[in-house]
Nanobody, 121 residues
Framework: QVQLVESGGGLVQAGGSLRLSCAASGSISPFSVNAMGWYRQALGKQRELVAD???????NYADSVKGRFTISGDNAKNTVHLQMNNLNPEDTAVYYC?????????????WGQGTQVTVSS
C-alpha cells in the first residue's frame, strides 16, 4: 500500500515563501506513478487542484498560482515538491499530496494526510 508523507507546511507572512514536499513510501510495485500533484482545501471550500506533474515532466497549474508556485518531481524517488513564493492570505488552506497510480488497465489514487499552510496579512 502506497503512503504519501507531506512536510513543509506552516505559518508565513504575506509575500513569504514555503516549500512543500511529498514522498511516496511503502509498496508501490507493481503500480507505477503516472503523476503526482498538490491540491488544497480552504475552510468551507471544495478541494481544488494547485499543480501537478506527470512522470514525463509535464506540469499543470491553477491560474491563481501561475507565476508564483513551481512544482517539481523526482521519478526515481517518487517525490514531489511545491515551491510557493509570494504567498497571500488566499493561499491559506490544507494542502494535500496526491499520486496517480496505474498497473496495466487499473488506475488508483493515493492521498496524503494534508499539511496546513497559513498566510497572515
Amino acid at each position: 500500500q502506497v503512503q504519501l508523507v507531506e512536510s513543509g507546511g506552516g505559518l508565513v507572512q504575506a509575500g513569504g515563501s514555503l516549500r512543500l514536499s511529498c514522498a511516496a513510501s511503502g509498496s508501490i510495485s507493481p503500480f507505477s506513478v503516472n503523476a503526482m500533484g498538490w491540491y488544497r482545501q480552504a475552510l468551507g471550500k471544495q478541494r481544488e487542484l494547485v499543480a501537478d506533474i506527470t512522470s514525463g515532466g509535464s506540469t499543470n497549474y491553477a491560474d491563481s498560482v501561475k507565476g508564483r508556485f513551481t512544482i517539481s518531481g523526482d521519478n526515481a524517488k517518487n517525490t514531489v515538491h511545491l515551491q510557493m513564493n509570494n504567498l497571500n492570505p488566499e493561499d491559506t488552506a490544507v494542502y494535500y499530496c496526491k499520486a496517480d497510480l496505474q498497473y496495466r488497465n487499473f488506475r488508483s489514487a493515493s492521498w496524503g494526510q494534508g499539511t496546513q499552510v497559513t498566510v497572515s496579512s
